[in-house]
Structure formats: C-alpha cells, structure tokens
C-alpha cells in the first residue's frame, strides 16, 4: 500500500511536469532563441578564445568580431542556398509539365499491360494533374520557406551571444552564488562538461555533414543529376532535423530526376543512394566520429525528437539532442535524479563495459601504485 505522503509526492511530481511543458510552449519565443543562442555561443567560443589569448583582443573587440564572422558565415550560406531553392522554384511550372506527362504515360502503360479501365480512366486521373503536381510544389515552396526563416526570424540570436560572450565571468559568477552549498570545482566540472558536450555535437555534426555531404554529391554525380554539389550538401546539412532530415532532402533531387531524365530509375537511383548513405552516416560515421561524447540512448534520442518536434516544430527537433544530452549531465549530479541521467544514457551493454573499462583503470593504478 503506497502512503499518503508518496502519492501526494507523485501527484506533485506530475503536476510540475505538466506545468513545465506547459511553461515551455507558452515561453517558445523566448526560450527558442535562447537555446540557439546557447549553441552557437559555444560554437564560436573557440574564436573568441583565441582572439583574446593569442592576438591579446579585449573581450569586447573578440566578441564583436567573433559575432561578426558567425553573422557573415550564416548570411553567405543562406544566401546561396534561398538562390538555389529559388531557382528551383522558379522552374516548377517545366518540372510539373514534365512530371504530370510522366503521370499520364504511367496511367497508360498499366492500361495496356492490365486492360484496366479505358480513357475515361486517364481523364478522370487527368484531374488537372498538371495543377495538382503545381500545387505541390507551391507547397514545397512554402516549408522551405519556412525552414529557412527559422534562423531569420530569431533577431535576438545575435544580441544573446554577444551578452552569452561578453558576460560568461559574470554568468559564471551567477551560479556560484546560487548555488554556494556546492565547491565551485563541483560546479566547474559540470558547467565544463556541458560545454564539451555541446561543442564535442557541434564538431561531431559538421565532420558528419562534410562527410555526408561529398558522399551525396558523388552519387548525384554519377547518376548525372543537376547541381548534385548543391543538393548533396543540402540532404547533408538537413541532418540538423535527425533522422529524416536527410528524407527530405533526397526529395528534391528525386524530383529533379523524374523531371530531367528520361527513366524514373534516375529518381530511384537518388534515393537509393541517399538511403545508402543514411546507413553508412547512422551506423558507420556518426558512431566513429561523435563516438559516446553525446551518450544518448537510441529510444530517448527518438522519444525526445518526436516530444519536441510536437512543443517546438521543426526547432524542438534541432535542439532535442543538445537539450537532452545537457539535462543528462545534470540528472547525473543532481542528488536523487541520478535514475534519469541513467535512463537518458547509453544502453546497459555499453553502460556495463564502460564501468568495467573504469575498474580496470583503477585496478591499474592500484598496481602501479604498489609496485612504485
């Protein structure tokens, strides 16, 4: 029989996690831009560091200029990709000629080799295919208008990195008084270990996208597909939405092909090779590369990008990991919620062989010691 006291804790327990997700969607406009501005603060940091040690810049010089050259960087890349994509775009009236002639000649082909139905099937297929297919570009025009406004939309990004930059002492100095119970090393080790799991993501994902990318791009190479550099770094670059990122951005290409090549197998070709390369990036690159820096177990990593994809959209599934991995590091040194960090953590194989790997190091310290 559970006490009154453990079901009054439990019903508190729940009602702080409703209210929390409930603090969270209201607060999306604040908080969306803060956690951006959070990663590209770590993202640039290295900069900052080194204009401040090695060419002796005063914080505020290497904090304008680190700005400055994150701020150039994300202009110059959505400027080349909105060029493509509007290019793409502005074709979508030949492609959906193309498409919807390749439509009808479909309809054709099962009517002669299955006898099914006669013209009035292909008419009443015909349904304005043409219009449909238009449509559908229209709103392939509209998401990529959309994802690509989620950075141009968030304005205070750049005024929250440069107080994350220019004030981090006196962040720094925040936390330690907040928390003055705990020894300023036990805050430092956390505050260090959020920081080199963000930053070990950030590095771990660009290796991945450049990899990723070349790999793309040699397929659509050799399948003969337009712009196959542009497309291919774009399908990589859509790995910032995990999983099916990579989905969509196999689609335009595809597209391309049916409209450009005389034979579907061109299209099936680019999303094999796509697909092909998704399992190369998810069970050979992504594991090599990143490694157990951002140790997340595959259900959790799932549950929280479709949790987050429903509070935040597509920003709930860019941030999902990074959030995630971070409330890990806290779980595991916050006193009673040690369970959670463990939950969020690898699997109980890896969790098993990483605790005997620490034991044989310490049984080899141990030796060292007696024999010194």
């Given amino acids: 029989m559970y006490s009154k006291n ?3 804790h439990s019903a508190l327990s729940l009602f702080s996690l409703i209210a929390v997700v409930f603090i969270l969607y209201v607060l999306q406009p604040f908080l969306v831009p803060l956690f951006y501005a959070v990663i590209f603060s770590v993202m640039i940091f290295p900069i900052q560091k080194f204009l401040e040690k090695k060419w002796r810049f005063n914080r505020l010089l290497a904090t304008i200029c680190s700005l400055t050259i994150l701020i150039f960087l994300t202009v110059l890349l959505v400027f080349l990709i909105s060029t493509r994509l509007e290019n793409f775009i502005d074709n979508s009236e030949v492609y959906s000629k193309k498409l919807s002639e390749l439509f009808r000649k479909s309809i054709n082909y099962f009517e002669k080799s299955f006898g099914v139905g006669n013209n009035r099937i292909l008419s009443g297929t015909d349904l304005k ?31 929250y990195i440069f107080f994350f930059l220019y004030y981090r002492v006196f962040f720094r100095t925040f936390i330690y008084k907040v928390f003055n119970s705990h020894p300023k090393i036990f805050l430092n080790n956390i505050i260090n270990k959020i920081y080199l799991i963000q930053q070990n993501y950030l590095l771990g994902l660009l290796k991945v996208i450049i990899i990723v990318g070349c790999l793309n791009s040699i397929g659509l190479l050799l399948l003969g597909i337009g712009d196959p550099f542009f497309f291919g770094f774009l399908g990589a670059f859509l790995l910032l939405i995990p999983y099916i990122g990579i989905i969509i951005g196999s689609l335009l290409p595809a597209i391309i092909a049916l409209a450009t090549k005389d034979s579907a197998w061109y299209a099936l070709g680019v999303i094999g090779v796509f697909g092909f390369v998704q399992f190369l990036e998810g069970n050979f690159i992504t594991p090599k590369i990143t490694g157990s820096k951002v140790s997340i177990n595959p259900f959790i990593a799932i549950t929280s990008l479709l949790l987050f994809s429903m509070l935040w959209g597509i920003s ?3 941030l999902a990991l990074p959030v995630v ?22 699997s109980l194989d890896k969790y098993l062989q990483s605790r005997s790997k620490q034991r044989l190091k310490k049984w080899e310290k141990i030796r060292k010691m007696k024999h010194e």
């Fill in 316 to 318: 709930g599934m860019v």
């Fill in 325 to 346: 991995a971070t409330l890990k590091i806290l779980f595991d040194h916050t006193p009673g919620y040690e369970a959670y960090g463990f939950l969020i953590g690898e």
């Fill in 129 to 159: 295919t043409e219009n449909i297919i238009k449509n559908n570009f229209d709103k392939i025009g509209v998401v990529i208008s959309e994802s690509g406004s989620i950075l141009g939309n968030l304005v205070l990004v750049p005024v």
């Fill in 6 to 8: 453990h079901i009054t």
